[in-house]
């Protein structure tokens, strides 16, 4: 192997060294470990060092690395410590994620590195997002991901390189190409000639170099680095290499030929390159000796101050505490001066409609935070399908809205990485129904993220849902049920224009991800009366919308309205409804009040019926309020179909043509 050390000093070359030569004595000790069972799982990076060694010292400790499962080389080159990291992979509660995370899915903002979710492709994203903060702020720095070959062919890393280049942001794609994909080998991955080919086809530079030669890759990254500052643009890198052990260790590696084994065996990054500062005289065998010794003992050392390490005992309270991250202070004061939780009539100004209140709330949070930024297709100067941004971009500029390329995967992941960078961003789905094509990105890396490691995401997602329009199966689906059973998200649901505006104001002021549900029927038929200044609606807390004796009705969202409109049409009973507004987390409180007003509780919404938040809600009342009962709790849904097309199909779908059926059954128990 040929090294050019160009203008690098011993001292430098030494410093270099000794980066590459510690995570294989780790990686050794910790395979020891793992045959005396100390150790669960473990992803050997044995023969592929130089590459997260040499990216990682080529760039500044201050930018964002996104590694993966074999990247031990970033954590150690980052100086994270020892003992720590023997008790993160412990699970032991001083570990970087309190035990909650295995092996190398952690990260730690305290030395700018992202924890990984174990699906391959979803980081990449996070990275455009880290290097959009950077360029929003006109900072001289990137950001860099790792992909392996099999990851390249997961959609997510077509959607991050597209994103990364249509934006023109300063991220470095790094591909590992060590041949297999657990045991698929490339030829059963992709069919073009190198990975790096793809770069032409995303409009972006790239490069294909030894990943096995530290220099190389430490060069080529500086190198990278500065162009993609200096051009304002991504770059991708295909570093080739050998991974010299199985998968993780348990599964071998039958499936790889000897010969490979034979020939890479002879490009082993750390005895090249040992053998390179030997030839060159910069280091001795005794030095090179005495420096494996001196790592031999540290390595016992850390590993020691891990094995006392006090067992773990569960704390359930601090369990449930951590999977949302407080407002900070200043938020939680601002929000508290400008709680309203009742509407007040404001005679003066006529009535506003719903999608005016959503309006007024994007653009009064986007004047309070210089630092929000809105994404989504065709939100700029179109104004977005349901225009609710026209104007934005005149007012805000194209930086801070800014329309997206198809991606919704890649979109939610940069708002996460804006969030990395304390940014806070709103992602307008242009139907709630797309949400599916951006389902990972929400239900493991945003809900996730604070609970594992500590990092707040900080978005907001719109989502123009529901029926009654015409649309369709895939123009007006509830899928908000989706995401209630997921830990980590909050997800609002307001039926009125006082709760659209103060709801999507507590949403954006929140640093947790939060969907916001906004029924695109009740955009332009309905107006309400609320206050011009901002305000928030707590999150976490219903609403009685109107007081009876006889039935309680449980909704939200056009349920509210379906209520409503029913108790017109019939004054001879009395409904008492309350709006749940939050599905998650649910006012438990509100629901017990509302139960025990009548005795007889319909749950009524527009999603289908099994599995909606209606079963959540009457699986609680049943199990904490069944003295307070006078007949079963009952359900009101729509059809277990998906919706149809057909108006009078439609019709019959939705939950509100077996209301009258419904209240008559509860009410004659
Ligand atoms: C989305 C997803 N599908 C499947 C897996 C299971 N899996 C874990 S690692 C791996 C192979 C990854 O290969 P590659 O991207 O080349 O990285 P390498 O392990 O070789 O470093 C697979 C299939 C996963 N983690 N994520």
Known sequence: ???????????????????????????????????????????????????????????????????????????????????????????????????????????????????????????????????????????????????????????????????????????????????????????????????????????????????????????????????????????????????????????????????????????????????????????????????????????????????????MIPDTAEELRDVYAKQSVIHSQWSLANRVDEPEPVTDEPAKRFIDAITEALKQSMEKHTHLVLMGQDIAEYGGAFKITEGFVEQFGKERVRNTPLCESAVIGTALGLSLEAFKSVVEMQFADFVTMGFNQIVNNLAKIYYRWGQPADVVIRMPTGGGVGAGPFHSQSNEAWFTHVPGLKVVYPSSPHDAKGLLIAAINDPNPVLYFEHKALYRSISGHFPGQPYEVEIGKARVVQQGEDITVISYGMGVHWTLHYQQQHPEISLHLLDLRTLLPLDYEAIRKAVKQTGKVLILHEDTLTGGIGAEVAAWVGEHCYELLDAPVMRCASLDTPVPFNTELEKNFMAESRLDECIKKLEAY
């Not at 590459?20 to 023969?47: A, C, D, N, T, Y």
């Not at 699906?119 to 900072?139: F, I, N, S, T, Y």
Request: net charge neutral; hydrophobic share 35%; proline share 3%.
């Open 1 to 311: 192997m040929n090294f050019f050390r160009k203008e690098l000093s011993n001292d430098e070359l030494i410093y270099i060294y000794r980066n590459l030569l510690l995570p294989r004595m780790i990686e050794e000790k910790m395979l020891v470990l793992l045959r005396q069972g100390r150790i669960s799982k473990w992803f050997s990076g044995i023969g592929q060092e130089a590459i997260a060694v040499g990216s990682t010292l080529a760039l500044q400790k201050n930018e964002w690395i996104m590694p993966l499962h074999r990247n031990l080389g970033v954590f150690t080159s980052r100086q994270m410590s020892l003992q720590k990291l023997f008790m993160q992979w412990q699970g032991n509660k001083d570990g970087y994620s309190k035990g909650r995370e295995r092996s190398f899915h952690f990260g730690s903002k305290a030395h700018h590195i992202c924890g990984m979710i174990s699906h391959l492709g979803p980081q990449l994203a996070l990275a455009d997002g880290v290097a959009l903060a950077h360029q929003l702020r006109k900072e001289q720095k990137v950001s860099l991901a790792y992909s392996g070959d099999g990851g390249t062919s997961e959609g997510d890393f077509h959607e991050a390189l597209n994103i990364a280049a249509v934006w023109d942001l300063p991220v470095i794609f790094l591909i590992e190409n060590n041949g297999y994909g657990l045991s698929t080998p490339v030829s059963e991955q992709y069919r073009c000639q190198n990975l790096v080919d793809k770069a032409r086809g995303y409009g972006m530079e790239g490069v294909r170099i030894n990943g096995n030669n530290v220099l190389e890759v430490y060069d080529t990254i500086k190198g990278v680095r500065e162009y993609c500052i200096r051009n304002r643009k991504p770059y991708l890198v295909e570093c080739m290499t050998f991974r010299m052990r199985g998968h993780e260790e348990a599964s071998g590696t039958k499936y790889v030929p000897q010969e490979l084994f034979k020939k890479w065996v002879q490009q082993d990054p750390v005895r090249s390159f040992e053998q390179y500062l030997l030839a060159e005289k910069v280091l001795t065998q005794t030095e090179i000796t005495n420096i494996r010794n001196g790592f031999k003992d540290y390595i016992e050392e850390e590993l020691q101050h891990a094995f006392d390490a006090q067992p």
